[in-house]
């Protein structure tokens, strides 16, 4: 079932400002940026189960510093999400404390399976996956709303648009994977390419801007 909005689910309780409580639950979700983790975990680190799981859904702070600032904890998973988990189509790479046993890996997984994909990576890459899959959507996404909007204009129905920016982009994807081509030849089965003009500067944006974060993520 795809995301709900919370409303739909009274059963669930929300607080404001009430850390220790939230952390003293079996699974806890660590979802805050990488600057206020410390103080975070410093507040939360007495009211963390012994038996619990914490896990963090941030870059940058690996799973030994976090066990740092809890004391030794062990009970650590990291993830990198990924926006489409609001569809059940995430792809969500985890990496675990080497402490955490098969067993209790393959509950968390089947958890986090309910959103989409999430292979178990090496740590070290989780940086990596926040640059090119967690936010791989926000390089695409206003593109895709630009072309629905000059579909409109042109004269498309909403339902045309969804149905032919879908397809395409799933053709796009699995010809860049599937068809062995060279990604010369692949750009080169359409002639006309109306936006070669901007390439370079477009090409140039992501190697300064992501280069970038991924330095700053991994300092």
Request: with cysteine.
């Amino acid at each position: 079932m795809p995301f709900t909005h919370p409303v739909h689910f009274p059963q669930i309780d929300t607080v404001s400002n009430e850390n220790q409580e939230a952390a003293s639950q079996d699974i806890v979700f660590l979802a805050v940026h990488p600057p206020v983790i410390g103080g975070i975990l410093a507040d939360i680190r007495s009211a963390l189960r012994t038996s619990g799981i914490l896990v963090s859904l941030a870059p940058k702070l690996s799973i030994g510093k976090i066990s740092e600032y809890l004391g030794g904890f062990s009970g650590i998973v990291r993830m990198i999400p990924n926006a489409p988990s609001i569809v059940n189509e995430g792809y969500n790479p985890v990496a675990f404390h080497p402490a955490l046993t098969g067993t209790d890996k393959e509950s968390l997984l089947a958890l986090f399976r309910v959103f989409g994909d999430c292979p178990e990576v090496n740590e070290e890459k989780l940086e990596s996956y926040a640059i090119i899959t967690a936010m791989g959507p926000t390089y695409l996404w206003f593109q895709l709303y630009e072309l629905q909007k000059l579909g409109r204009r042109f004269g498309l129905t909403d339902e045309e648009l969804h149905d032919g920016i879908a397809k395409m982009i799933a053709g796009a994807v699995k010809t860049f994977f599937d068809t062995g081509l060279s990604a010369e030849a692949v750009m080169d089965l359409i002639p006309v390419k109306p936006l070669a003009g901007e390439e370079e500067n477009i090409l140039n944006a992501y190697r300064s801007n992501l280069t970038a974060l991924y330095q700053k993520m991994k300092s």
